[in-house]
């Protein structure tokens, strides 16, 4: 079902109660894409991005990840995405070195490759002064960038990223951008959730939330056009006050 697609939605709703958090969403990401699902805070993006990596249920529609179902399928999920979250990444009272160890062992690596990924992580990111600091000592730009290899140890085809640069400084978060593309080169998925509008310039296309549903989906260039202006920020607003 739908193998040319690394992720596939239809009307996919997530409801609290009364409260409709995702009402009825449906787009597509194609394998390889730097797919930006922005909106505001309360927009409904993480509630998305839950049911998509099978850590909570939909109320209601389909979505099929990596060609798995999300409902049916969700330990096959997990095994083939990545995964970090704005909030919790990192055991912060671990070192550099024994959170990668330790998450190798999640996702269920030999001992031996563990040990080989983990030197070769530390040497890619210069940490090697660092490696048996606790992750706590860390300056936040380097605790995500430790977080986003650390999400890409089992080498899966899709990523999740939920608002990876939130509160980093800006040539913090270009480097950060920087490690996504050469993922992205590599022909891995990436998808990524901000609330920062000038991010949504880096990403192939682009889906904009607002309360709940998707407002807009086209490349940044095309919406740019579309809206008549020229920038992503000033689509957001348009969108934003058509709906208010």
Request: charged share 25%; net charge positive; with cysteine.
């Amino acid at each position: 079902m739908h193998k040319d697609h690394a992720i596939h939605v239809e009307n996919l709703t997530k409801m609290f109660g009364d409260f409709t958090a995702v009402n009825n969403i449906s787009f597509q990401v194609d394998k390889g894409e730097v797919f930006g699902f922005l909106g505001a805070n309360g927009a409904g993006k993480t509630t998305a991005i839950k049911m998509l990596i099978g850590i909570s249920r939909p109320t209601s529609g389909k979505a099929n990840v990596a060609g798995y179902d999300v409902k049916s399928e969700t330990e096959m999920v997990k095994k083939s995405i990545g995964y970090m979250s704005q909030k919790f990444s990192l055991y912060n009272d671990l070192t550099i070195k024994e959170n990668i160890t330790f998450f190798g062992g999640i996702y269920g690596l030999k001992k031996s490759v563990i040990k080989e990924k983990t030197q070769r992580l530390i040497d890619e990111l210069g940490l090697n002064d660092v490696a048996d600091k606790p992750v706590s000592s860390l300056p936040l730009g380097w605790k995500q960038k430790v977080a986003f290899s650390v999400s890409l140890l089992h080498d899966p085809k899709i990523i999740f990223l939920d608002e990876p640069t939130g509160g980093v400084d800006p040539i913090t978060r270009r480097q950060f951008w920087n490690m996504i593309y050469r993922e992205a080169h590599k022909g891995k998925t990436i998808f990524v959730t901000t609330h920062y509008m000038d991010e949504a310039e880096y990403c192939d296309r682009v889906s904009i939330m607002v309360e709940g549903k998707i407002e807009a989906l086209d490349t940044p260039k095309n919406l740019k056009a579309q809206y008549k202006v020229d920038s992503m920020n000033k689509v957001f607003l348009k969108l934003a006050r058509n709906i208010e």
